[in-house]
């Protein structure tokens, strides 16, 4: 095998599925840029799940609402693909805060999944940030949407125990920052950052999982908790 077909086979494999045909194109047009292939884009859910179960690639990129209702069906195909295909990376957009929609999504138990909304994508950094790291295994959920969760479970009993900057790191793990970025954020060490961690995990009784690590439980504990509340 030469270089050339080395590069492309270890290139990060993208379907796209929105119905917005500019949004989507626009996508296209910034993941090529970027050198990641882009092998089908399509208008709704059906099509989605096709594309998925025959090109198998790296990662989907998935609008909430979809025709023809408009409602859960890019939801419930991305759900559908990490039934189906659990190490293919799915990446939900949304228009708007929907904390139902990512507690369905995240409490799948599965690696490689992200909440975003769809302004995040102007910002092309974190965007393109966000992909690689949800297509290599990892979860990232939207600042917006960890923020609404962190002020409604700091009234339940058991998540207020959280201290204020272990709330802070809690929301920067939820976004998928690493340790040494969570410090660098909060103008913390990295030895801090992992004490509060370690201290997270203790006040919410969370143990290493064979397929979640304890970065996603401690975040789907407030999805969860989230859930059970309504």
């Known amino acids: 095998m030469n270089t050339t077909e080395v ?42 799940l096709r594309a998925v179960a ?30 189906r295909f659990p190490d293919i990376g799915v990446l939900v957009l949304s228009q708007y805060v929907l904390r139902e929609y990512a507690t369905e999504l995240l409490s799948t138990e599965s690696v490689g999944v992200g909440y975003l909304l769809k302004n995040r994508v102007t910002d092309i950094d ?20 960890v923020r609404q969760l962190l002020t409604t479970s700091e009234r339940q009993n058991t998540l207020s125990t959280l201290t204020p900057r272990e709330s802070e790191v ?40 064979e397929t979640t690590s304890r970065r996603v439980a401690a975040v789907l504990a407030y999805l969860n908790r ?3 509340e309504r």
Request: glycine share 10%; aromatic share 2%; net charge negative.
């Open 7 to 48: 590069q492309t086979e270890n290139r990060m494999r993208v379907v796209l599925a929105d119905d917005a045909v500019l949004l989507r194109e626009g996508v296209r047009s910034l993941l090529e840029d970027e050198g990641i292939s882009v092998v089908a884009s399509v208008g709704d859910g059906g099509e989605l």
């Open 54 to 83: 025959e090109l198998r690639p790296t990662l989907a990129i998935v609008d909430v609402r979809m025709p023809p209702t408009h409602t859960t069906e890019g939801l419930e195909a991305a759900l559908a693909i990490k039934r």
């Open 126 to 145: 974190r965007f393109l940030e966000s992909v690689q790291r949800i297509a290599e295994g990892g979860t990232v959920i939207d600042p917006d949407v």
């Open 170 to 209: 809690l929301e920067a793990m939820a976004e998928g920052l690493s340790n040494r970025g969570i410090g660098e954020r909060l103008f913390v060490s990295v030895s801090s950052v992992e004490k509060a961690i370690s201290s997270i995990f203790d006040k919410l009784g969370l143990q290493a999982g």
């Open 226 to 228: 989230e859930r059970g």
